[in-house]
């Protein structure tokens, strides 16, 4: 349940909070060139393939504008020039060679599906209140500073918490918190397994990520056992990530795809709270009981050919940014204990500050891997003016609407996504998917962004060739981006998350 964004409140009371002045910094004001520099590292580790493509375009003209005498003078003149003809053999030979050797393999998402807890899991902000109070844990300065930020997280009336929490008193132990694991892990692998028709015993990757929980054997392990996986299957189990753990599983099974050939990567993101709900007054790690649900994801992956009619996606980008050598970002989200001895997570008061400036980083990597090149000239030209001369002109900030259709923007929490809409310059429809998937699941931790991708096709509005930036924020510090292209029109899967409720779809949040 490690924490990527929060929301705000306002009380006299309140020992550490994220206060409405603690907003993320507005990108205008400096942008670092070396991050410029990686982004562009990246596009001219490619270069080889963008060299082909203009070369491949010139040779195409030119043969379509030869006649029947001009093959016949060729042919003639190829004939009794055995030098030449060879010559060209084996550069076109080497070259078709580097290119196949070092050409990535396209990565295919078949599919993909985030669980839905049962109804009467279900914490409705009185029953939260409610229970609160009934456990006898919380002094009232701390019951009122919970009833503050529920009003403004952002969340609505039908998120899920564990069946321990809704005991009083609660019931946390080993034995309540694997059976939370099983329920959202199984329940999201049975119905990706059935909307796929993928036998287990053909997934070769397994990747879990859940930051909190990581009990002996692993949950891999329990995934393992449960499916009967195969002897030789490359199991991982991630653990301490934070909300932006998922973009990292996406990742490190991307890269195993690189190496095994023709078979399947399973990831799946979870979180668990039932071990994990902070009975203390401490206000900095009273914020994730507020915030955090039940929630997870499993997503199918692919690197075999055939996929690539029926996958809904290709995988084109991840960018990875990590802001851990920096004290302060490194404990901005901490699980610690309390005074009293009470364990839970921590917040820190800069934690917006933070999350923007590795925005930022991760931003301007990213961006020269995805802007149109008009942006990218623009952007360049005003950091180059701004480095050479010292001028008090401000970097052009691109706009990411021209690169992306849709944005899945990690629902951490109200505060996040209010500054990201503003800083990033986005519409309200842009910012749609993360509010409600926040209202309806609350912040689900690293599976969130899956929740939001699916309310987008749910609503419709997927086609063929839009492009989907997913970014996460979490512990550590951490911003991490993932790119995906559709490669169909792209309808909702069965039993996904929205299917009964999404026209009930935007509703207004109050302020």
Known sequence: MNQGGVATAN???????????????????????????????????NLLTLCFIPLIAVISIEVSQMNIHDLHQLWVHLKFNLVSVTVCSAILVFGLTVYVMTRPRPVYLVDYSCYRAPDHLKASYGRFMKHSRLTGDFDESSLEFQRKILERSGLGEETYVPKAMHNIPPTPSMAAAREEAEEVMFGAL??????????????????????LFNPTPSLSAMIVNKYKLRGNIRSFNLGGMGCSAGVIALDLAKDLLQVHRNTYAVVLSTEN??????????????????????????????????????????????????????????????????????????????????????LKTNITTLGPLVLPISEQLLFFSTLLVKKLFNATVKPYIPDFKLAFDHFCIHAGGRAVIDELEKNLQLLPIHVEASRMTLHRFGNTSSSSIWYELSYIEAKGRMRKRNRVWQIAFGSGFKCNSAVWEALRNVKPSSNGPWEDCIDNYPVKIST
């Not at 409405?20 to 205008?28: A, E, K, M, T, V």
């Not at 401490?282 to 055939?306: E, H, Q, T, W, Y």
């Open 11 to 45: 009380s006299g009371s309140v020992g550490v909070q994220i206060q409405r002045s603690r907003r993320l910094p507005d990108f205008l004001q400096s942008v670092n060139l070396k991050y410029v520099k990686l982004g562009y590292h990246y596009l001219i580790s």
């Open 273 to 358: 709270i039932t071990q994990n709900w902070y009975f203390g007054n401490d206000k900095s790690m009273l914020i994730p009981n507020c915030l955090f649900r039940v929630g997870g994801s499993a997503v199918l992956l692919s690197n075999k050919s055939k996929d690539s009619l029926r996958a809904k996606y290709k995988l084109i980008h991840v960018v990875r940014t990590h802001r851990g050598a920096d004290d302060k970002a490194f404990r901005c989200v901490y699980q610690e204990q309390d005074d009293a001895g009470k364990t839970g997570v921590s917040l820190s008061k800069d934690l917006m500050a933070i999350a923007g400036v590795a």
């Open 190 to 211: 049975d119905i990706l397994l059935k909307n796929t028709n993928v036998n287990p015993k053909d997934i070769g990757i397994l990747v879990v990520n859940c930051s």
